[in-house]
């Protein structure tokens, strides 16, 4: 039976090692004391992991582990913090416990313990430990998610309307920054308000993650118009921008709150066309209706 599952061993043994080497050059890297820590230990536990796997295999067995895995994780940790860069890490988790449970009937008694405790770190001490490395960025995810949906929606929907209205980047431009401006203040002083009665927030840093995320939002949305003369070059930029920053945050809470990555965007991005698509007929409507077409017409002639 040992034989048979030789392939099995390396494959657990390999992918043991991966996560030590990847939690023993994360927590090099980790300046802050007790996030070093906590990585540290639980490199050590990965080690054990290790070990125990080794043991049905060769003493001159040496693990094979992937560099652009651990490249990818180093990357993923500077772009989306500590916690993100080990949820990913962590994502396949579900899927080994069960692979070990099965092998519970095929090893001895003696080893039949050691992997029970391993299922037991597997289950709940790195789940402890992840939930200790929370970053703030995390605890007020939400709220920087709030910002960014309601700006990408919202601005995405001015420009879309003025579209209808105007051949003028410029103005449409400079109305997103307007209502950026105005509505990251309006939603700052909202999540102040919503934080003050949720326990354990702090109502400042929620209304500034809030307003920051959706100024600056709108500004890269704004961006394009300010790049070219020519209103629908500057409005698909900005709707690719508008899908980029969408893609993001949802990615980001597909991973850490272990979610459906690819329904979530299709539906963030379903939105964000929808709204627009509205707001670009009503600003038509109202600028046939009003007569802003001819007048812009008549301007450009002239």
């Known amino acids: 039976m040992l034989a048979s599952r030789t392939e099995e061993y390396k494959k657990y043994c390999d992918d043991e090692y991966q996560d030590y080497v990847i939690y023993s050059s994360l927590a090099k890297r980790e300046k802050n004391l007790e996030k070093r820590e906590i990585l540290e230990r639980m490199s050590k536990q990965e080690h054990t992991h290790y070990l125990f796997w080794k043991e049905f295999l060769s003493e001159n067995y040496e693990p094979k582990i992937s560099k652009f895995t651990l490249y990818v994780v180093l990357l993923l940790k500077f772009f989306f913090g500590i916690t993100f860069s080990l949820k990913y890490l962590e994502r396949h988790e579900e899927k080994v416990i069960k692979e070990y449970e099965k092998l519970l009937n095929y090893i001895s008694e003696e080893k039949k313990e050691r992997l029970k405790a391993i299922l037991e770190d597997e289950k709940s001490h790195e789940r402890n430990l992840l939930s200790q490395l929370e970053s703030s960025f995390v605890k007020y995810f939400g709220f920087v998610v709030l910002g960014l949906a309601d700006a990408i929606v919202e601005i995405s929907g001015v420009h879309a309307g003025f579209l209808g209205v105007t051949s ?125 077409h001819t007048y812009y017409n008549n301007i450009n002639i002239t």
């Open 168 to 292: 003028s980047t410029i103005i449409a431009g400079v109305a997103g920054l307007v209502v950026g401006v105005s509505a990251s203040i309006a939603m700052g002083s909202a999540a102040y308000i919503q934080a003050k009665q949720t326990m354990g927030m702090k109502p400042s840093t929620s209304a500034i993650s809030t307003g920051i995320s959706y100024l600056g939002a709108a500004a890269l949305l704004a961006t394009p118009y300010f790049l070219t003369e020519i209103m629908i070059i500057a409005f698909i930029a900005s709707i690719i921008v508008a899908v980029i920053l969408t893609s993001y945050f949802t990615f980001y809470s597909s991973v850490v709150f272990e979610r459906k990555f690819i329904g979530e965007f299709l539906q963030n991005t379903a939105l964000i066309l929808a709204t627009a698509l509205a707001s670009y007929l009503f600003g038509d409507f109202l600028g046939r209706f009003l007569g802003i």
